[in-house]
């Protein structure tokens, strides 16, 4: 089956730039959603289609697809950004989510 | 606005079933939507279990296959989930969430309920 692999966590200073990678096979070859979820809530599209976002989408996220990788950037991080964040793609007609990534903003 | 409500019994029994309706508001079911249950175990990532369109097509996670139905009530606007054989291990926060067309045929996740807490035990 196809896995999906983030690391658990990521830590950023307020104001700086945080990356979140995802990887898997050929995942160039697939388009990718990541989803922001804070505690107690129910996830939140950010990105889709590698790197479209949403509308009420505050344009410091960003996102990549290439190669092996994809990745989530958030520019100027924000204390409100601190979440876990998964990433999300279609194996054929199967969902898939990679494993979730802590942000801490400290 | 489309929202969706998440219901059903908050406590299963091992091996018994689990079922949840999802209720469809704001927009039509019939819609180029496909509408899918995602779980969270507690502390733990999003395991999508499966889809449905309204055409009635399913597609399911395999690993899951064998003990999940989704099925489609045009007339109440609701889609209902059903996993049999239960255990302890499924004991999670189950999310019914719309998915949405980007270009050709892929589909994004772009609205989610706010979930049923579902326990498994005796």
């Known amino acids: 089956s196809y896995e999906l692999t983030q690391p658990p966590s990521v830590s950023v200073s307020p104001g700086q730039t945080a990356s979140i990678t995802c990887s898997g096979d050929k995942l160039g070859n697939k388009y990718i959603c990541w989803y922001q979820q804070k505690p107690g809530q129910s996830p939140v599209l950010v990105i889709y289609?590698?790197?479209k976002r949403p509308s009420g989408i505050p344009e410091r996220f960003s996102g990549s697809n290439s190669g092996n990788t994809a990745t989530l950037t958030i520019s100027g991080t924000q204390a409100m950004d601190e979440a876990d964040y998964y990433c999300q793609a279609w194996d054929d007609t199967t969902g898939v989510f990679g494993g979730g990534t802590k942000l801490t903003v400290l | 606005q489309v929202q969706l409500q998440e219901s059903g019994p908050g406590l299963v029994k091992p091996s018994g079933t689990l079922s949840l309706t999802c209720a469809v508001s704001?927009?039509?079911?019939?819609?180029?939507?496909?509408w899918s249950w995602v779980r969270q175990p507690p502390g733990k990532g999003l395991e999508w279990i499966g889809e449905?369109?309204?055409?009635?097509?399913?597609n399911y996670n395999p690993s899951l296959k064998s003990r999940v139905t989704i099925s489609i009530d045009k007339s109440k606007n609701q889609v209902s989930l059903r996993l049999s054989s239960v255990t302890a291990a499924d004991t999670a926060v189950y999310y019914c969430?719309?998915?949405?067309?980007?270009?050709?045929?892929?589909?994004?996740?772009?609205?989610w309920g706010k979930g049923a807490t579902v326990t498994v035990s005796s």
């Open positions: 289609q590698d790197n």
């Open positions: 449905i369109y309204h055409s009635g097509t399913t």
């Open positions: 704001g927009g039509s079911i019939s819609s180029d939507n496909w």
């Open positions: 969430v719309r998915e949405t067309v980007a270009v050709r045929s892929y589909y994004y996740m772009d609205v």
